[in-house]
Nanobody
């Protein structure tokens, strides 16, 4: 069973920066596709960003493009980062890291296709 764990959340002021980390404990033959999702109070979970198994393709939600950057620390994507800049109040949410081994670009933004999930880390942006 793959264990996924996030870290790096916290309280930050409006316009500030924060970096989230995600680690998958099990090293596999195939690289993971790793993604970040978030859920704000009273809202549905939404896709934030993904780093694909091919080692170079990234996806962003329109709401974070240009402010957030996803990166990987290794070729199997067992550790990924989400650098968040110019944070706004509407970025406040619990951020979840998710991983999957399936290699498809078609459903990268669909949370239901991810097999492994972390517990989440709270990000709060104060005004």
């Amino acid at each position: 069973q793959v264990h996924v764990e996030e870290s790096g959340g916290g309280l930050v002021q409006f316009g500030g920066s924060l970096r989230l980390s995600c680690a998958a404990t099990e090293h596999t033959f195939s690289p993971y596709t790793m993604a970040w999702f978030r859920q704000a109070p009273g809202k549905e979970r939404e896709f934030v960003s993904a780093f694909l198994w091919d080692g170079r393709t990234v996806y962003y939600a329109d709401s974070v493009r240009g402010r957030f950057t996803i990166s990987s620390a290794d070729t199997k994507n067992t550790v990924v980062y989400l650098q968040m800049r110019s944070l706004r109040a509407d970025d406040t949410a619990v951020y979840y890291c998710a991983a999957k081994l399936a290699q498809s670009r078609r459903d990268v933004r669909e949370g239901s296709t991810y097999e492994f999930w972390g517990q989440g880390t709270q990000v709060t942006v104060s005004s």
